[in-house]
């Protein structure tokens, strides 16, 4: 039951959408494509009376598509010793990391780790890398060998990366940046707040609960029922008393556990040698009470979602939704200590080729716990600005959310929405994320 400052049919009116006319050898197509506008918008001044900033971050997304019939393992090739396992890549998939200029990657079989079959190394602007061992330059007999042998599944899923990777070519010279999703992936089925200037404003209003007390414990009990049932009804909002973000902390202290980047694994963390997170974190679950509830109501808002979107619902409860499962993660409460941080890296990730909508993380809403620690800035390297090489730096305040997309308008991964957690220098950082997927949560 929000409000907010814009009206439905102005969130469809991007001036940074455009026309771009591809084609990928079936006829000439259209694409609405997502590009960046002159910086000097972003001032509220005329296209070229200002020049944008490089970064001095040259940190990039890295992906890596395979192309191929069989699983592989990648690694990073640190140039001496032995390489670093990433991940490996089923038949097909992608998998990427936040990487830079001159890093060196290699691929194995899966069952080989000794055998390199690929290598590639990190060459900005080019983001997306395809390991194709099918197709053999120059050498169209060998090449339709390579081909014959495929099954036909196997021959049209290859067929669908090349397209993709044609697209990805044709993208690239019309919008500047590469295509990190594969072609085509639906654009967002969720609004993206405009951010066409600095300092424009948008509001919303909620009738949710701000919990900013402890309630007693008896007054936080969840409506039992899933479903509509569960909606609060009007009379039920007396909890508006209460005051104080520290609830949502005290209850979950205790069971922090080491922040992992890739799976749950206790030790494989301990020993992630990239070293790239290094704070605590656990998760609070949605159903756990009333303020949790509320805080998703609230971020449901914001977010301009239908609450009963970010939860799991009942068969037909959102007709236009097939799946019945939540879009939102449960929070992930994350604890810095001095010296821990959260180096660059993006939220989202790259979906299974299988999955032909491409689900991943479109959202994040931060949320800051406590203030005044040094240090412990969010940051966004990459940031674009006419002013400064230096990154945006968001400093946690009690209360304070941050909104930022994983996506484009166009579908497409924002590799610019990169961030970091800065170390903290005196004190100590909490905060939690909500992270909502799109078009499902996989
Ligand atoms: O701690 C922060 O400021 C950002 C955390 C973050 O980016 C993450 O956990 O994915
Ligand atoms: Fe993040």
Redesign the pocket.
Known sequence: LSQCSLREEEFYQDPAMHTMPFDLGYGPQEFRAYKQPDVSTFYRERPGDRRAKTPAFNGFAFKIVNMSPNRVKYFWDPGHGPGSPMSSIGPWDSAGTASFPTHKFYLTPFDDETKIIARFVCTPPQAVYYYDPITVEGDEEATQANLDALSQHDFDRYQAHSDSREFNKQYYEFTGREYLSTFPRNTAIHKIWPADYFGQEHWVTSEEVHFVDLPEESELKLPSTVGRDRRLKDGERFLEKYRSPEPYMNMTMKVLSW?TTAGDNREEARHDIRET?T?L?TWVYREKDLIIDAIYRRAADLLRIDEALLRPRSAGEVPEMKNTRGLAEAL?L?H?EVGQE?TA?H?FGYAPFDRKDQPARFA?L?LYLNEGMVG???QFPRWANAETRAGLD?E?KIGKAVLFYSQLPDGNMDDLSQ???RPVKIGE?W?M?LWVWDPEYQ
Request: cysteine-free; hydrophobic content about 25%; proline content about 4%.
């Open positions: 922040s997170r704070s974190n992930q994350v810095y959260y890296h939220d994040t931060l412990g800035e969010t968001v946690p961030h970091a957690a950082k905060l994320n």
